[in-house]
Nanobody
Framework: VQLQASGGGLVQAGGFLRLSCAAS????????MGWYRQAPGKQRELVAA???????NYADSVKGRFTISRDNAKSTVYLQMDSLKPEDTAVYYC???????????????????WGQGTLVTVSS
């Protein structure tokens, strides 16, 4: 299974974007799905996470502006980003923690899966 992130782009401050992360196959179970970001010269940080039980966790810097959601049928996780700020500029990565998925006929338990990253640029 691979994760494909999309939806990044260039937007003015105050604008919005919706990121999507689709799995190439069916993820049977997982602990959490999340979005991380890494700005130039900074460490990768957690932006938002959604547990298999439906609990959410957001970085303080995005609370009230970003919303994480998922479509289980499509094995896709979304990040709705509103009221974007220049400091939100970063490469955004999706992650699935402790996924269990089929690889052919084999059931695979992995530590995590990462998408390739999608660039979000917010201009002032």
């Amino acid at each position: 299974v691979q994760l494909q992130a999309s939806g990044g782009g260039l937007v003015q401050a105050g604008g919005f974007l919706r990121l999507s992360c689709a799995a190439s196959g069916t993820i049977v179970t997982f602990t959490a799905m999340g979005w991380y970001r890494q700005a130039p010269g900074k460490q990768r940080e957690l932006v938002a996470a959604l547990t298999s039980g439906g609990s959410t966790n957001y970085a303080d810097s995005v609370k009230g502006r970003f919303t994480i959601s998922r479509d289980n049928a499509k094995s896709t996780v979304y990040l709705q980003m509103d009221s974007l700020k220049p400091e939100d500029t970063a490469v955004y990565y999706c992650n699935v923690d402790r996924p269990v998925y089929y690889s052919g006929d084999n059931l695979v338990a992995s530590r995590d899966l990462w998408g390739q990253g999608t660039l979000v640029t917010v201009s002032s």
